[in-house]
């Protein structure tokens, strides 16, 4: 049987714990951040956890 690829989109997009939970980043700070306070910027700056139907899913992109 051959080996399971890993999506690279995947790879690029998410990354793994050492818990094993898989963690994203969050939307809307990669343009116009001018009119966004410093507190929303540094809130979105913030890694995010994936919810554990969404992670799943993930999971089996990355290949895990």
Known sequence: ????????GAAKRFKVT????????KACMSHKTGKKSSRVK???NRPAVLSRGDAA????????
Do not use: A, D, E
């Open 1 to 8: 049987m051959p080996k399971k690829k890993t999506h690279r």
């Open 57 to 64: 899913k993930v999971k089996r992109l990355l290949g895990n």
């Open 18 to 25: 050492g818990t094993g939970k898989i963690v994203r980043r």
């Open 42 to 44: 540094r809130r979105l």
